[in-house]
């Protein structure tokens, strides 16, 4: 986190200030979507002294840590998603901070605002750990090397390395010039207590790119003058020559916080010849040598800037999207679409494991999106063809479900009502991602009766009912501003909470299924596809189940 520049003294002879940099990157709560809309029966710190610690940048809450043990795969692509989807949104400029900006902002955090060193350390080597996760998959990236430095620095990636474990990763511990305050040796007691390694630095001066997947640069802050002594100059340089490597397949990524060791805070890499990292974790704002870094991966993590703060340094920062603690920040990487590819891992999907009904099966995954905490487990691709034999496809909710079939609501107007009016034949695509997996279910749509749709539409908040009433959907209109205008009088018509009448032409269409495929993705593309097809068997019809081959 940020840190104030001045006042630098030398610790186990290297050269630092009394401060340092450490900040939060991530933060994402995962919580299950309540079910009660889907109308489907089987539903239902103490303050430290500031001249006894060094002042330290403040982090926010980290809302749910990960479980011990391991965070899933699902998780950690949801978890990178997230922040992927916020590239767009972070492209605006961005301030940079001046050293001097930065100092004086982390003693103003750490004066009125009260953090304490530790609760601030804790929050920032979790949102490092999460950085890692975001961007780096467990099954390509196991082993984690973690370089910490004698200050707060060290302190962020001890702590780094305790989260990575419980992420399930192996973390191993580079930590040359131990600083001996309680806070400081208690992490080291912790990570001991993990039987996380601590490596001497002469064992890592020889093939590092054969030993470890990523590497964590938390050695020196912004604060950090002078040139670095050892073992900490030759740990640098080992990293210089890693970066410089030709082929990055087969080095190991180097992750920095705030700054790369060794850069200045202002002008970057002075000399050309510094470390050049793959990611960059930007904290509260990115620091002015930031605008040199040319990695692939940058972030800006910290949202806790206060207003005052904001207004008296002119900070222009992206906004966070929903309760979100980053957001990636300058050009989202350059990317070879032909090379992107997940190597799933899942639990196998095999026909003596299955329901012998696929509804019962439908409703077995369906109860796991939800348990998982998925966002909207109910949205599902609906795809149409019209009587000329050209197909439609667009999202809509799932809003009931039995033996009968799929339900949802829609306006008649619209065209996949149209579709269905001339071909009543369609098909449904649930995608649950975080789980690698997708149903699919073809057959043929209905409308619900007008009492079904009635007591939907009554279900639902006025503000729905009354948007339902304003949008002619798919037809062409000027503007936003005539949907804002009709609902605004509607809204007025009905101000006095009386009866809201369904149109006419707003109801649901059920598909009753006769084809159900269950996919669950498996490693090297060799994926669990079960099918559910009717055929006839005397006077009943039954479902009989085949596997597909991927």
């Known amino acids: ?195 996380i390694p601590f490596v001497p630095v002469e064992d890592l001066l020889h093939d590092l790119a054969g030993q470890f997947d990523i590497v964590i640069d938390a050695m020196f802050g912004f604060s950090f003058h002078g040139t670095p002594r050892p073992p900490f100059d030759d740990l640098v340089q080992m990293l210089v020559s890693l970066s410089v490597t030709d082929d990055s397949a087969k080095r190991p990524p180097i992750v920095s916080v705030d700054i790369p060791s060794g850069w200045h805070v202002e002008e970057g890499d002075v000399n050309g010849g510094g470390i050049k990292p793959d990611m960059l974790v930007s904290l509260t704002a990115p620091k002015l040598c930031a605008k040199k870094f040319t990695g692939p991966h940058h972030f800006l993590g910290g949202r806790f800037v206060p207003p005052p703060i904001s207004t008296k340094y002119g900070l222009e920062l992206p906004p966070y999207p929903g309760t979100s603690m980053c957001v990636r920040i300058g050009k989202a990487p350059s990317v070879d679409i032909s090379s992107l590819r997940e190597n799933y891992i899942s639990p196998e999907l095999l ?16 109860d796991e999106a939800v348990t998982a905490g998925l966002r909207e487990p109910n949205a599902m691709a609906l795809t149409t063809v019209n009587k000329a034999g050209k197909p439609s496809s667009r999202m809509v909710l799932l809003k009931g479900v039995d033996k009968h079939g799929f339900v949802w609501y829609t306006n008649y107007g619209s065209r996949k009502a149209h579709d269905l009016s001339e071909n009543s034949d369609a098909a449904l695509l649930f995608y649950w991602n975080e789980m690698n997996r997708q149903v699919r279910v073809e057959g043929l749509v209905q409308k619900v009766s007008e009492e079904e749709s009635e007591k939907y539409f009554h279900s639902r908040p006025r503000g729905s009912q009354l948007g339902a009433i304003v949008s002619k959907q798919s037809t062409v209109i000027s503007g936003r501003d005539v949907l804002q205008h009709a609902y605004k009088e509607l809204e007025e018509k009905y101000s006095d909470g009386s009866f809201i009448p369904k149109p006419d032409y707003w109801g649901g269409y059920r598909l009753t299924p006769n084809f159900f495929e269950f996919w669950q993705g498996q490693q090297s593309r060799l994926h669990d596809r079960l099918q559910y097809s009717q055929r006839e068997v005397g006077a009943s019809t039954v479902w009989q189940i085949e596997r597909l081959a991927p």
């Open 1 to 195: 986190m940020l840190a104030a520049a001045s006042k630098i003294r030398t610790i186990s002879g290297v050269a630092t200030t009394t401060a340092s940099r450490a900040m939060p990157f991530f933060l994402s709560t995962f919580s299950a979507p309540t079910t009660a809309a889907l109308s489907v029966p089987w539903l239902c710190p103490t303050r430290q002294n500031p001249s006894t610690h060094p002042p330290r940048r403040p982090l926010a809450f980290f809302a749910a840590a990960a479980p011990s043990g391991a965070l899933s795969p699902s998780l950690r692509r949801s978890m990178a998603s997230l922040a992927a989807s916020t590239a767009a949104a972070a492209a605006a400029e961005v301030t940079h901070l001046s050293q001097r900006d930065a100092a004086e902002i982390d003693e103003q955090l750490m004066g009125p605002l009260g953090f304490s060193v530790d609760q601030l350390m804790e929050l920032a080597g979790l949102s490092v750990a999460a950085a890692v996760a975001e961007v780096y998959k467990l099954s390509e990236h196991t082993r984690v090397l973690i370089i910490c430095g004698p200050g707060n620095n060290g302190g962020d990636g001890l702590v780094a390395a305790r989260h990575l474990y419980h992420f399930g990763y192996k973390p191993f511990v580079c930590y040359p010039k131990r600083t001996a305050k309680p806070l400081y040796s208690g992490l080291v007691t912790q990570l001991e207590s993990l039987d």
């Open 351 to 366: 026909e003596n494991q299955v329901m012998p009904d696929p509804f019962d099966q439908f409703r077995r995954w369906f």
